[in-house]
């Protein structure tokens, strides 16, 4: 346990090498609030929200909803466990650290048990060779993952049993998380001539919840809380209680998400992209740590497990030729946990 970044981080005043960026990786952590960052009202008409949708997915693949329905209530209790967790002592938490199977970082077992992830210094291929993913600095946070749908009573038992409060909390917030997220993938439907629905099924088949905690930080200018991604789901809702999350407008700038309560951020994946044939970006981000305060998030991604994805075939035609051929989401996947070499390394053996 002694690798999780909370439980020494408090104790240093200086960073340990390799959670050090290389100076020319090095990021800006102050860069402006994306005042223009697009906050959604989803209780306007929907043909507003649609509009907004279409375009902010164009522009920065990330916008914020208001108003969606999840009660704030239900919001703030779902944070504070996921924050209990984190403060539990060492012996609650080191059942949920595995050990070593080859997995990269971040990657959920297929069965999405429960998982507390271990930053990795760097990750070889399974079979040992040589790997794309030599990940120079190792990121400032600790990260709990499990799968929350569907949602049978043997995940739920599978879950912590302290806080006390976190099966009863996180199932009913999975539910709501998951029920916006389908209404958020049915107005982009809408919005791009698809039927509504069309996101419903195989593409949407499971749900993580991920809850990153990234301790506060000496000296945020030489780490990183996450490297600049894509997310490899099809939408991700991050809940985000203080400033950290930054995003790439498609000019190459970067800004910071303004953390407002009660807002959820969206996120779209490079399933998205895909399906939509390029219509809705994802979002290239990144998250920088702080010197002040602990920061946590809490995600809910929404992916599918094993079918073939490929741009939708109503949203192509001569004149919009598809950019991607189909592939295996299983063997997408693999890439996406070993090559980050690029952003959309994953998606490399696709285009077209
Ligand atoms: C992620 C992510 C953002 C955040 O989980 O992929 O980018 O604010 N999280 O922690
Ligand atoms: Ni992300």
Redesign the pocket.
Known sequence: MASLVSSWSSEVNSIPEKYVVPLEKRVNADVPIGKHIPVIDLSQSSTQSIQQIIKASADFGLFQVINHGVSETLMVDALSVCKEFFKLPIEDKAKFVEKDEGLSDFEPSIDQRPKLYIEKEYTPNKDGSNTNNVKDTVFWKDTFGHGCHPLTQDVINSWPEKPQKYREVISEYALELRKLSLRILDLMCEGLGLEVGYFCQEHSQTQLM?T?YYPQCPDPNSTI??GE?C?GALI?L?Q?ELS??HVRDKDGKWFGVEPIPGALVV?NGLILKVVTNGKLSSGV?R?VTNSTSDRT?L?SLISPIECIIEPAKLLINESNPPLFKSFSYTEYLGYYFSDTTEIEAALKPYKL
């Open positions: 991920v990153h809380g996450i991604h997310d991700n991050v985000q950290g999350l996120i981000h998250v998030s995600g």
